[in-house]
């Protein structure tokens, strides 16, 4: 089981960007993703935030206020991967953006509810 993100970069303020979470080992449509990300090293004592999951039946629950009309999660059956699209980025949006699975196809909000992690990529989102 393998979990690769890839799409993050350095953007302006209001840029969009689309994050991929490519799945080898396993097929995405028996199993749940879900979207963390984790603020930088100057913020410690600021948990991996859950954003966005997708389950094994293709419904979402979303976990995060500030994200909500901005973000949106998902599937590509096809490709085994899973997009995150982030529209109107803020600096706040700074953070190393993780991808996680739950084998079972369920979606969770904690972090041991998912039972395998990719290594994450990073947002720099600056003026």
Known sequence: VRLAESGGGKVHPGSSLSLSCAASGFSLDEAAIGWFRQAPEKELGKERESLLCINKGGNVQDYTESVKGRF????????????????????????????????????????????????????????
């Open 72 to 127: 949106t999660i998902s599937r590509d059956s096809a490709r085994n991967t899973v997009y995150l699209q982030m529209n109107s980025l803020d600096p706040d949006d700074t953070a190393v953006y993780f991808c996680a699975t739950n084998m079972a196809g369920l979606c969770g909000s904690g972090l041991l509810d998912y039972d395998f992690w990719g290594p994450g990529t990073t947002v720099i989102v600056f003026s």
